[in-house]
């Protein structure tokens, strides 16, 4: 018999959690859930469970950040303490060697943009968390090796290019490539997301093993600076959306060519995910 590749997991048929930070990384795993129903969640979340061979899964959908992503977590690990948690989704390049669709796995996530600020710059710290009676920094956050080396199988086995390493955690999207080049060197990540030392931190203090897997949707040299201006905002109807997304297509003619590239990378990245699930998820059934 093959060795389980979620360690403390329990029965084969112990539940696994998969966390989407959008509807559309959700999606790719959608396809693979028997008879999906929803399930109860906190707001702005959406929860369903579905079967993958014998075994239940959840997917939860929670929103992008780093908040949304702990508050997931914790509700997950809380009311149905699943075996394994898998994070899936996009990210940004911060190698070059990273081309679209291509996928990341993850050995360990730092919450780069967690430190101290001063007017020689900025020291990434991590949170403090109370530990040994004292208040001790978690600059880093490794995950699961045997996942790990599941994960990356399976991204083999769907003939996928597969990175594995460093991946960093931000509040912010990254869309200046030379912020990329400065992350990438600074703390000597593949990739920068918004929701895996969350997923990992909180897991983690619960004793459940965790994946991070991501798929490029932009490469290093992309230029996507202004690009936040488009997006919908809570309480603006779309009368003065498109007004204002008018006005940025008469500020800057390059920007609707730009969201459309930004576009195609994000859907091949899902398409990647995909693939890699259709490979991944016999692991865990």
Same mark, same amino acid.
């Given at each position: 018999?093959?060795?389980?590749?979620?360690?403390?997991?329990?029965?084969?048929?112990?539940?696994?959690?998969?966390?989407?930070?959008?509807?559309?990384?959700?999606?790719?795993?959608?396809?693979?859930?028997?008879?999906?129903?929803?399930?109860?969640?906190?707001?702005?979340?959406?929860?369903?469970?579905?079967?993958?061979?014998?075994?239940?899964?959840?997917?939860?959908?929670?929103?992008?950040?780093?908040?949304?992503?702990?508050?997931?977590?914790?509700?997950?690990?809380?009311?149905?303490?699943?075996?394994?948690?898998?994070?899936?989704?996009?990210?940004? *390049?911060?190698?070059?060697?990273?081309?679209?669709?291509?996928?990341?796995?993850?050995?360990?996530?730092?919450?780069?943009?967690?430190?101290?600020?001063? *007017?020689?710059?900025?020291?990434?710290?991590?949170?403090?968390?109370?530990?040994?009676?004292?208040?001790?920094?978690?600059?880093?956050?490794?995950?699961?090796?045997?996942?790990?080396?599941?994960?990356?199988? *399976?991204?083999?086995?769907?003939?996928?290019?597969?990175?594995?390493?460093?991946?960093?955690?931000?509040?912010?999207?990254?869309?200046?490539?030379?912020?990329?080049?400065?992350?990438?060197?600074?703390?000597?990540?593949?990739?920068?997301?918004?929701?895996?030392?969350?997923?990992?931190?909180?897991?983690?203090?619960?004793?459940?093993?965790?994946?991070?897997?991501?798929?490029?949707?932009?490469?290093?040299?992309?230029?996507?600076?202004?690009?936040?201006?488009?997006?919908?905002?809570?309480?603006?109807?779309?009368?003065?959306?498109?007004?204002?997304?008018?006005?940025?297509?008469?500020?800057?003619? *390059?920007?609707?060519?730009?969201?459309?590239?930004?576009?195609?990378?994000?859907?091949?990245?899902?398409?990647?995910?995909?693939?890699?699930?259709?490979?991944?998820?016999?692991?865990?059934?």
């Amino acid at each position: 018999m093959s060795k389980d590749p979620f360690p403390g997991s329990g029965t084969p048929s112990g539940t696994v959690a998969f966390i989407a930070a959008t509807p559309e990384e959700a999606a790719c795993l959608q396809p693979f859930l028997r008879h999906p129903s929803p399930l109860p969640a906190p707001p702005g979340m959406a929860l369903r469970r579905g079967g993958v061979g014998s075994s239940d899964v959840l997917l939860l959908t929670c929103g992008v950040g780093k908040v949304p992503a702990a508050a997931g977590t914790m509700y997950l690990t809380e009311r149905y303490q699943p075996r394994a948690l898998v994070l899936i989704g996009t990210a940004g *390049s911060l190698d070059p060697r990273l081309g679209i669709g291509d996928l990341v796995v993850a050995d360990e996530v730092l919450p780069a943009d967690v430190g101290v600020i001063h *007017s020689q710059g900025f020291g990434q710290t991590g949170p403090g968390l109370c530990a040994e009676g004292r208040l001790l920094f978690h600059n880093r956050f490794p995950l699961d090796g045997e996942m790990a080396e599941a994960a990356a199988t *399976s991204a083999s086995r769907a003939a996928l290019t597969c990175h594995r390493g460093r991946v960093i955690t931000c509040d912010q999207v990254v869309l200046d490539p030379g912020l990329r080049a400065y992350l990438g060197k600074t703390f000597q990540a593949l990739a920068v997301e918004m929701e895996g030392s969350a997923v990992a931190q909180v897991a983690g203090g619960a004793g459940i093993p965790v994946a991070v897997i991501r798929a490029i949707s932009d490469e290093m040299e992309h230029d996507f600076v202004g690009l936040e201006e488009i997006l919908p905002y809570c309480g603006e109807s779309r009368t003065d959306l498109w007004a204002r997304r008018y006005r940025m297509l008469t500020a800057d003619g *390059s920007i609707l060519a730009r969201a459309r590239e930004m576009r195609r990378g994000t859907r091949r990245a899902l398409a990647s995910i995909g693939r890699f699930l259709e490979a991944f998820l016999p692991a865990i059934t």
